[in-house]
């Protein structure tokens, strides 16, 4: 077995970790881009294919995205883009006192997401209870991206976090 021998020449007492609202402003900005990136790409929370879209629907998308838009595809994809209305009503609601909060900040904005979320519709043969898709929420990278983050602002913090005794 090895000799561990320590000594101890100075003491310090560190700080508990609380970060200040700037720097949870700067995380919870992650995470927003990080999901609204997530879901321009047509995955889910789950980091899956959304499911697809209806037919009709999908007609309607690409008919309206060709026409209004100049973006001709034949197989448009579900990434809540076609009014830009959620999308953009989704941002960062609250960074402070240790809470980071995203959500639409409308009131209709909230009720359409939460309606889309919690209809139960029918995808060939099978029900979805959970809703169309959930297109909110964490997925693997998304964690991945707001813990880089995170360890950043508190790379900022432990320096500021030791404080000499004596």
Not at 128 to 152: C, I, P
Request: charged share 25%; proline share 2%.
């Amino acid at each position: 077995m090895a000799n561990l021998r320590v000594s101890v020449k100075r003491s310090v007492r560190l700080r508990g970790p609380n970060l200040d609202n700037g720097a949870l402003t700067k995380i919870g900005e992650v995470m927003v881009a990080t999901i609204k990136a997530r879901i321009a790409q047509g995955l889910d929370a789950d980091g899956n294919k959304a499911l697809p879209l209806s037919r009709s629907y999908a007609i309607f998308k690409a008919g309206y995205l060709k026409k209004n838009r100049g973006i001709g595809t034949n197989r448009p994809i579900r990434d809540l883009s076609l009014s830009g209305v959620s999308m953009q009503n989704y941002t960062l609601r609250r960074a402070a006192d240790n809470v980071i909060r995203a959500d639409a900040t409308t009131r209709m904005a909230r009720m359409k997401l939460t309606q889309g979320q919690q209809q139960k519709r029918k995808n060939k043969g099978v029900t979805n209870t959970l809703g169309a898709s959930q297109m909110f929420g964490w997925e693997g990278r998304n964690v991945a991206d707001v813990l880089a983050e995170t360890r950043k602002q508190y790379g900022v913090f432990v320096k500021k976090a030791v404080i000499p005794i004596g």
